[in-house]
């Protein structure tokens, strides 16, 4: 698992304040684009930078019913 994706499901647990987001994030060890990509809050940056898909999509499709 990357070091981005574990700090993000390491701060899951804990609410922060924007100061202490910033001060934790400056903290990690890790590439300076993720970085930016964690400081500026920019998902679509840090999905890239990570290798992540480029869209998803979640979608149920209801069987047909008869009457």
Same mark, same amino acid.
């Given at each position: @698992?990357? %070091?981005?994706?574990?700090?993000?499901?390491?701060? *899951?647990?804990?609410?922060?304040?924007?100061?202490?987001?910033?001060? =934790?994030? !400056? =903290?990690?060890? @890790?590439?300076?684009?993720?970085?930016?990509?964690?400081? %500026?809050? $920019?998902?679509?940056?840090? !999905?890239?930078?990570? *290798? *992540? =898909? !480029?869209? @998803?999509?979640?979608?149920?499709?209801?069987? $047909?019913?008869?009457?």
């Amino acid at each position: @698992m990357s %070091d981005a994706i574990q700090f993000l499901a390491s701060i *899951g647990r804990t609410p922060l304040s924007p100061l202490e987001y910033e001060a =934790a994030v !400056n =903290a990690q060890v @890790m590439d300076s684009r993720q970085v930016r990509a964690l400081l %500026d809050r $920019d998902e679509a940056s840090l !999905n890239e930078l990570l *290798g *992540g =898909a !480029n869209k @998803m999509v979640c979608a149920v499709l209801a069987a $047909d019913e008869e009457a």
